[in-house]
């Protein structure tokens, strides 16, 4: 009986102690896609663990404008969640608006200077107080071969070069496949041209152009060219692309009914999450002309100012598990990307992540390190909106000139 009761009595306690310091995030992502949805689930996995009720604010739509819509009405109400994912310039946007939670004591109690780039952890710091979370490093500049179909066509290796990816491109569609699968969203439009950019310009001019937004640079001959790059790869792309989820176009990939298709490493995601080997299934190589540099796109969790105890216990428990080691492998494991925590082991990575660890290393020492412009690590939310809308507008209506397109993005570069 004594033995019974005293086991039952240390039970009590530990429930207790663990309801204790339990709360609630209300977290709100974008990741629904198979790869993305496995990845979130680690995180509440993990806050689970810790006794905390997680409450799933996933709103859909491949690169997160409707998400941030969402946000928008939930913080003018007054009610945000505890954390939402967002990154780059809106970190600081949310920031000044005072809506923010410092987490600087966290942050220090484990070093998250020592753990994080210097170009990472100044993204997520507002007037040198952390106020995000950074969860990866997503290489924006890949392209993914469907290795059935590229055998299918005769493709022997991965293009390097434009040319030589047009003339790959036409053994597909010789071939009867989809030679550039691609979907039809705004952002992916221009997720493809931040990479024909780069690889028709190189870094600088990437830097110059899209960066800096230098109106001699946006009005060049090489952004001529570069539209007219990217007016071509549109005629390898299929009439069902209008409308077309991202997932589902590296699905076109998966069951070899398409060739390439030119996204960031979140695709990547989608083979695993089909049980598909990089180097077997599919191949990941730089866009066209981008080998030596990386366009980087680091997910982050923005956590807003809360007024209950036990919600913030919480939301430090999220940022110290988003942070944490164990995190870092088994979300980046799924998602694609890399972990942005410095000191990773990266053995339990396939050959793809592993070229993307060491590229991000090395750009980051030969300066070819460049924030993704498409996916919200460089410029103002509301330039990059003006200039994401004039890049599609161009690749959906062929009656735009490439002249037109240059002038449109040129004014749009100039939205604040
Ligand atoms: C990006 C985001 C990635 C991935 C992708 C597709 O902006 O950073 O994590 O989710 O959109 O939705």
Redo the contacts with the bound molecule.
């Keep these: 009986m004594w033995k019974l009761t005293k086991v039952a009595a240390v039970a009590a306690v530990l429930a207790a102690s663990a309801s204790a310091g339990a709360g609630e995030v209300e977290v709100l992502?974008?990741?629904?896609?198979g790869g993305?949805a496995k990845s979130v689930a680690e995180l509440k996995k993990i806050m689970q663990g810790k006794g905390h009720t997680w409450r799933d604010f996933a709103v859909a739509?491949?690169?997160?404008d409707s998400a941030m819509t969402v946000l928008k009405s939930r913080v003018i109400s007054g009610n945000p969640p505890s954390a939402a994912?967002t990154?780059g310039p809106a970190i600081q946007e949310w920031a000044s608006e005072g809506v923010l939670a410092n987490m600087d004591a966290l942050a220090k109690a484990e070093k998250w200077d020592d753990l994080l780039p210097k170009v990472v952890a100044d993204i997520m710091k507002y007037k040198g107080a952390y106020v995000a979370a950074p969860?990866?490093v997503?290489r924006v500049n890949w392209m993914w071969g469907s290795s059935e179909a590229l055998k299918k066509a005769g493709v022997a290796a991965m293009p390097k070069t434009w040319d030589e990816f047009f003339a790959a491109a036409d053994k597909l569609k010789a071939a009867g496949l989809v030679p550039v699968a691609h979907g039809g969203q705004n952002?992916q439009d221009f997720t493809t041209f931040e990479s024909v950019v780069l690889g028709v310009g190189g870094p600088k001019f990437y830097q110059d152009a899209l960066v800096k937004l230098d109106d001699k640079a946006l009005n060049s001959d090489t952004m001529k060219k570069s539209l007219e790059t990217f007016r071509r790869i549109k005629s390898y792309t299929d009439p069902g692309a209008p409308g077309r989820d991202?997932?589902l176009a590296t699905a076109m990939l998966i069951q070899g009914k398409a060739g390439f298709q030119l996204m960031?490493d979140?695709a990547k995601g989608e083979f695993l999450a089909a049980n598909k080997v990089p180097g077997k299934d599919f191949m990941c190589a730089a866009a066209p002309g981008t080998t030596t540099s990386y366009t980087f796109?680091?997910?982050s969790f923005i956590l807003f100012k809360l007024k209950d105890a036990s919600a913030q216990k919480a939301q430090s428990d999220l940022a110290s598990s988003i942070m944490s080691p164990e995190f870092q492998e088994v979300f980046n494991l799924n998602?694609g990307?890399i972990p942005v925590r410095a000191g990773q082991k990266m053995d339990k990575f396939d050959d793809c992540a592993k070229a993307s660890a060491k590229d991000f290393a090395d750009t980051a020492k030969s300066g070819s390190l460049l924030p993704?412009v498409?996916?919200?690590m460089a410029i103002a939310p509301a330039t990059e909106g003006a200039i994401k809308d004039a890049v599609s507008q161009f690749w959906n209506d062929d009656k735009v000139s490439v002249a037109d397109a240059m002038k449109k993005i040129a004014t749009a570069a100039k939205t604040k």
Excluded at 29 to 33: A, G, M
Excluded at 61 to 64: A, K, L, P, T, V
């Design positions: 992502h974008y990741w629904t896609s993305e739509g491949g690169g997160g994912q990154k969860v990866n997503h952002w991202w997932n960031g979140w796109n680091v997910d998602k990307s993704s498409a996916h919200g």
